[in-house]
């Protein structure tokens, strides 16, 4: 017998106390089981086991002995495990989740591109703008905005978006463009849903906090309808860059106010990881995490 076989046999005497049920248990014969721990002991050179005539019991060395064989044993059968599941097809139901205007703009394209790639995939996609608790709501994979709190979850970063106040170039050549955050209370200001309940809007003057309260004139529960109504010219309004990357690119929007952002807000993909991670997740992480680091809009 191999070393790993012979701790087989080991394990299975102990726990059963006894080499006839051992042997029964691994369809071995009795005396192949006696040499095998016979063997064992020889070559570490200790007493694993205390023979008498109704039982067998552990010595001090054969319970770490024991404790050890245990350990190695499931670690070899995970590995083996993990071995044979690198080579599986990816399959069944993923259920990933993504805030809205992120998850329909950036994330659907790349799940459309996966399910072409893996045809035994299914995607339940949760695009909502709130957190959603994952092992509670049975997420596999997340997208989330901003710092992360603590957790057991892997996290990758794949970019990061500023937060951006902007205008159509006509509100701007009209009314003019804001030197200073003091300036946008007497702007015309369109809230966005993200911000509807928030009428302070934070920025940084040189490295002092600062925060202005705004009353806006048109307050929204879409950011698309802010965008739109901002590309419109009726006023400034506040999003995050990804949300309007198009409309700047196009020249539909103009950004205000960049000496004063604060901070930009880091993109991850969460995912809980460990060697038991299908490797249904363990794919669509990688594609995901491949395809938004390469895009431009995702880098602040």
């Known amino acids: 017998?191999?070393?790993?076989?012979?701790?087989?046999?080991?394990?299975?005497?102990?726990?059963?106390?006894?080499?006839?049920?051992a042997a029964r248990r691994l369809a071995l014969s009795a005396p192949s089981v006696t040499r095998a721990v016979a063997a064992l002991e020889q070559r570490i050179g200790a007493q694993l086991l205390v023979r008498t005539t109704r039982n067998v019991n552990l010595t001090e060395s054969g319970q770490r002995y024991l404790d050890d064989c245990r350990r190695i044993l499931a670690a070899m059968e995970e590995a083996e495990a993990s071995a044979a599941d690198s080579h599986a097809r990816p399959s069944g139901q993923l259920t990933m989740t993504a805030p809205v205007l992120f998850g329909e703009l950036y994330v659907t394209p790349v799940m459309v591109q996966y399910l072409a790639q893996y045809p035994a995939v299914d995607i339940n996609a949760l695009l909502v703008d709130r957190v959603v608790p994952m092992a509670e709501d049975g997420i596999d994979v997340a997208v989330r905005i901003g710092e992360l709190p603590d957790s057991g979850y892997h996290a990758v970063?794949?970019?990061?978006?500023?937060?951006?106040?902007?205008?159509?170039?006509?509100?701007?050549?009209?009314?003019?463009?804001?030197?200073?955050?003091?300036e946008l209370r007497q702007a015309q200001i369109v809230m966005a849903a993200s911000a509807s309940q928030v009428r302070n809007w934070q920025f940084l003057d040189g490295d002092k906090p600062l925060s202005i309260r705004l009353e806006p004139r048109l307050a929204l529960t879409a950011n698309r309808a802010?965008?739109?109504?901002?590309?419109?010219?009726?006023?400034?309004?506040?999003?995050?860059?990804?949300?309007?990357?198009?409309?700047?690119?196009s020249g539909e929007l103009e950004i205000v106010l960049e000496d004063f952002e604060l901070p930009p807000l880091p993109i991850h993909v969460v995912y809980q990881g460990g060697r038991t991670t299908s490797v249904r997740v363990r794919s669509f992480v990688d594609f995901v995490v491949a395809a938004l680091r390469e895009d431009p809009n995702l880098r602040g």
Do not use: N, W
Not at 6 to 17: G, L, Y
């Open 1 to 21: 017998m191999d070393r790993f076989q012979e701790m087989q046999v080991f394990v299975a005497v102990a726990q059963e106390q006894g080499f006839a049920a």
């Open 157 to 182: 970063r794949v970019g990061q978006v500023r937060r951006v106040v902007c205008a159509s170039p006509t509100y701007l050549d009209k009314q003019g463009r804001p030197k200073h955050p003091d």
């Open 226 to 249: 802010a965008i739109r109504a901002a590309c419109m010219g009726f006023g400034l309004t506040r999003l995050l860059s990804y949300q309007v990357a198009d409309k700047l690119a």
